[in-house]
């Protein structure tokens, strides 16, 4: 039985590097190695030529124990009182004895709870309880009597695994001795005497806390309840918010009591347990996480608290220096208030929209991050910003689960904007949101990758007003599709810019103009009917789309640009229309090899099947019959015919 402890030495190595005149040294990534140390755990002894401890001391009481541990000091201590004639009784103790170093970094303030012999003695009492309790028996919220009277106790196991009393870690447990067992600690446990509420009352500090705390009628819910964990903000913390709104959310009480609540946590959380991320619940419902950076205990990632472990009867009490407002308290602008947003947010600002917004009436902002508004297509899409910024935000408050593929969304311009629900993705046109939006106070936050275009124009218009599909409208007018992508869809095309046909060899693009069966298939060889924006594409992974013509586009996403049927790049994306979406590309889809794919269950597992029809060239050439032809065909119907007539009938006579 033994302790293990590590420690790391660094190794530097540093050779000479010569090669013709350059002589310097040449530095290697430093080496770790981890040195192993071996200690007895208290009460055992290693044995010459024996591996291990094997040897084991005769057990003593628990006053004697402390001579054999970490804890002299404690001992030394309970020498300046009786409590060493009580400790060696015949009776059963637990004792939580002070580690030595525990006793070198007491503050002024518990030095003084000590500074005479009956207020040692009291403190120390506050340290030992009439049973033997094993750390297995130290339960989270346990109250254990202390031999000082009215003063319990407390226990706080983790779930990280750390065991506290009074918030002080327990660092080495289970000492057993012959009337007890002895638990060593890190710090001096003081006894907790008010409760919650009545440690705010008490303290100047938190006088604007305590008057939002009644204010939401919430005093009673703090003495209520035993095993809170109270983060509560400093006069000096609600100096630093916005006065507005601070004002809106004091005379709101939905609000201000979820403000309230969030800085409640239903469990207590001392600081010597928080190692690493702890990710919480608050009593309102949302997450926080309680981790630690250096010395400093931090909430969402901030070194926000100041004064740490003030134990109370019914929970423990931190102070931070920072208001932490809820989601469920915030407005659809304070929501998007985050550095990921804010070029949204001061465009926002600056055209003085936030007074388009009503009191206590419902809105969903569908806020774009930073980075789209650095594309240099967004001042394309409209001349009027004010215009362009009302078209994110929509009337009344949504959330992601409610939305259904092909809703209709209202928006405070006028317009309507679609929703497409793909396998992996929501987008609203042409632009997607991550899967985790915000619920806000009177609102909802979505963050969208692009900026909205709010399309106002059919498919055949929008490809008209770019010169960059001129060929492609002169041969839709030829094939005569301009009614289905006029009123008709919804669609995606594919369409080839005019550099797609002018690559093709002389005479081919004529050929095309007189063929007018196979030019229709050939441009619907380029669309389907639905909607497919580039980012409703998921990457990594393939997606057959059946076209209008009969056959299918294979889809794929690679290092976030879009391969049609493996080859073909998508230049010109989400060109969005009132019927559908339109995608640029360079080239167009050669029905050379037409791929059908349909889909089959095989032994209980989904298998797609692909059939290729494969055709002779770009252009297909017309087949001119002749006056022969025909009566060879007419022949060939009429055998098959009385073909299908005998076999009828002989079935016919078998049956009857």
Avoid at 382 to 409: A, I, M, R
Avoid at 473 to 500: D, H, Q, R, S, Y
């Amino acid at each position: 039985m033994f302790y293990e402890y590590f420690s790391k030495n660094v190794k530097a190595s540093t050779v000479l590097h010569e090669q013709g005149d350059l002589s310097e040294p040449m530095s290697f990534p430093a080496l770790h190695s981890r040195a192993v140390t071996y200690e007895c755990c208290p009460g055992f002894l290693s044995v010459d030529a024996e591996k291990g401890c094997s040897a084991a001391l005769p057990l003593t009481t628990v006053y004697r124990t402390l001579e054999n541990v970490n804890a002299k000091e404690t001992k030394t201590r309970i020498d300046r009182t009786d409590l060493m004639d009580d400790l060696n009784e015949p009776a059963v103790f637990t004792l939580f004895a002070l580690t030595n170093s525990a006793w070198n970094k007491l503050t002024q303030e518990q030095k003084r709870l000590i500074n005479t012999d009956k207020k040692l003695h009291n403190t120390l009492l506050q340290h030992v309880a009439r049973e033997r309790l094993l750390v297995h028996d130290l339960r989270d919220g346990l109250l254990i009597p202390s031999m000082l009277g009215n003063h319990d106790i407390h226990v706080q196991q983790h779930r990280n695994g750390v065991v506290t009393v009074n918030c002080i870690r327990v660092v080495t447990p289970n000492l057993l001795a012959s009337n007890g067992v002895v638990h060593l600690v890190d710090g001096l446990l003081n006894a907790p005497q008010s409760r919650l509420t009545d440690i705010v009352k008490g303290r100047r500090d938190l006088s604007k806390f305590l008057s939002l705390i009644e204010k939401a009628g919430l005093i009673d819910v703090l003495n209520k309840r035993q095993g809170y964990t109270l983060l509560a903000p400093t006069n000096s913390a609600f100096g630093k918010m916005d006065k507005a709104i601070l004002d809106r959310i004091s005379e709101d009480s939905v609000s201000l009591t979820a403000l309230i609540k969030h800085h409640m946590i239903p469990s207590e959380m001392c600081s010597p347990a928080i190692i690493g991320t702890n990710n919480l619940e608050t009593v309102e419902g949302s997450a926080m996480r309680l981790g630690c950076e250096g010395d400093s205990v931090t909430v969402n990632g901030e070194p926000v608290m100041e004064q740490t472990d003030t134990v109370a009867t019914n929970g423990v009490l931190h102070t931070i220096n920072r208001v932490i407002i809820p989601d469920s308290a915030k407005t659809v602008l304070e929501l998007a208030e985050t550095p990921h947003l804010k070029t949204f947010t001061s465009m926002f600002k600056k055209m003085n929209l936030q007074a388009s917004f009503k009191p206590k009436t419902s809105y969903t902002l569908l806020a774009p991050v930073n980075e789209a508004f650095e594309d240099t297509t967004v001042t394309d899409m409209s001349e009027d910003t004010t215009k362009l910024l009302k078209n994110h935000v929509v009337l009344k408050q949504y959330f992601l689960h409610q939305l259904h593929h092909g809703q209709v969304l209202k928006t405070i311009g006028g317009k309507n904007l679609r929703v497409f629900i793909y396998s992996k993705t929501i987008c609203i046109e042409n632009s997607c949101s991550s899967l985790n939006g915000r619920k806000g106070r009177y609102g909802a936050l979505f963050t969208l990758r692009k900026v909205l275009q709010v399309p106002t124009k059919s498919l055949i218009t929008t490809l008209k007003d770019d010169p960059r599909f001129s060929i492609l409208v002169e041969l839709i007018k030829i094939a005569k599709l301009v009614p289905m992508l006029n009123k008709g869809g919804p669609l995606t095309f594919f369409a080839p810019t005019n550099k797609a046909f002018t690559s093709l060899p002389p005479g081919e693009l004529d050929k095309l103009k007189g063929d007018v069966l196979h030019l229709r298939s050939l441009l619907k060889y380029h669309m389907f009917n639905k909607v497919v924006v580039s980012d409703g594409i998921s990457p990594g992974v393939t997606s057959f789309m059946t076209t209008m013509q009969g056959g299918s586009l294979e889809l794929a996403k690679k290092n976030n640009t879009i391969f049609i049927n493996k080859n073909v790049k998508l230049l010109v994306p989400d060109k969005m229309a009132t019927n559908g979406v339109i995608h640029g590309i360079d080239s167009f889809f050669q029905p050379k090899d037409v791929t059908t794919v349909n889909t089959k269950i095989v032994k209980g597992k989904t298998t797609i099947v692909k059939t290729i029809k494969t055709f002779g060239s770009v252009t297909s050439p017309r087949i001119t019959m002749t006056s022969k032809h025909h009566r060879v065909v007419k022949k060939i119907k009429k055998r098959r015919h009385a073909k299908r007539s005998r076999v009828a009938h002989r079935r016919y006579h078998m049956r009857y």
